[in-house]
């Protein structure tokens, strides 16, 4: 079993910076991919994106690619989400989540950890 906790989120002014992390516990991540996801009030969960075991492949939603960066260090057991040029479309709590390397990268339902998330809210 592993357990994920977000830190991070916060109240940004529309075009600026977060960077979610997601640490783990309980066992190494380097067993798992990994995924962000979003969810809004009101609507799904999201996917966001996704990192292979070893950091090599990376996934993204059109709506976040070329602003979102996920990337993962595995010696630090941790995974993080750089966000740059946020909306306030991007507002919404924020979730990692780990899955067996036989899923589908995108695939809400693959994923078998999740953490509690964190808040993000982009101001305009």
């Known amino acids: 079993q592993v357990q994920l906790v977000e830190s991070g989120g916060g109240l940004v002014q529309a075009g600026g910076s977060l960077r979610l992390s997601c640490a783990a516990s309980?066992?190494?991540?380097?067993?798992?991919?990994m995924g962000w996801f979003c969810q809004a009030p009101g609507k799904e969960r999201e996917f966001v994106a996704a990192v292979s075991v070893n950091g090599g492949r990376t996934l993204y939603a059109d709506s976040v690619k070329g602003r979102f960066t996920i990337s993962r260090d595995n010696a630090k057991n941790t995974v993080y989400l750089q966000m740059n040029s946020l909306r306030p479309e991007d507002t919404a709590v924020y979730y990692c989540?780990?899955?067996?390397?036989?899923?589908?990268?995108?695939?809400?339902?693959?994923?078998?950890?999740w953490g509690q998330g964190t808040q993000v809210t982009v101001s305009s």
């Open positions: 309980g066992r190494t991540l380097s067993y798992y991919r």
């Open positions: 989540a780990a899955q067996n390397p036989s899923g589908l990268y995108y695939q809400r339902n693959d994923y078998i950890h």
